[in-house]
């Protein structure tokens, strides 16, 4: 592993290194990106620039220096051999009292990971869970540091043998995974959620959507008990198909889903800044 922080390649990447007033340690006041790392190159990083550039916005925090963060990724990734790896970019509010108000003259602290990453597995297991995405909440679609909803939820799918929790909206919709996007087969039709459902904008939903036919559609979560198929996709996933949910197997990869993993991993090896 080895991390950059504001400016500086850290010696050693495990020390202490941000101070404990950090908005981003003490509240969760940050943003942040996984990258996915492909031979020392990382994949659709101008994508998750330009979307830590706009979460930071929606958050309220200044704007990210982003000829400065690409200095921080070259940083790490420089003299490295990583065939697989992840970058992990944290943006926060710096130095700030311990309550919930910024202070108005900090700086922001900025912090680049990069770190060997295990291929994903063939196929999956995922479960719904009982908690709602509010998808009219004021950190609906932001990909921000306060995590803590996906930790509970994650931690209940892994007691069921699972790798990932699937959540509802409000309004009982299809949402969203802890940390991937949902797409599903009905009728030979692929489908994944609305980002108006309160899913994240991820970077691996609008590349699919951008390579392969696939509608846009909220409906309820129950769609996905006579969904022919389910995978997710993500930074650390790609493409990767459900072979059970909650308590029903399904074919992974099933037609479609083959379909997309080979359209995946054509057009990733075709172009490593889609």
Known sequence: MRAWINGSLLDDPTSPAITVQDHGFTVGDGVFEAVKVVDGRPFALTRHLERMAGCARGLGLPAPD??????GVAAVLDGVELPLGRLRITYTGGVASLGSGRADDSSPTLVVVAAPMAAAAASTHAVTVPWPRNERGALAGLKTTSYAENVVALARAREQGATEAIFGNTVGNLCEGTGSNVF????GELRTPTLGSGCLAGISRALLLEWYDAVEVDE???????ADEVFLVSTTRDVQPVHRLDDRDLPAPGPVTAEC????ADR???DVDP
């Open 66 to 71: 982003l000829v400065e963060v690409r200095r």
């Open 261 to 264: 993993v080979k359209v995946w």
């Open 268 to 270: 990733e090896a075709a």
């Open 220 to 226: 309820p979560l129950d769609v996905l008990t006579r």
């Open 184 to 187: 599903y087969v009905v009728d």
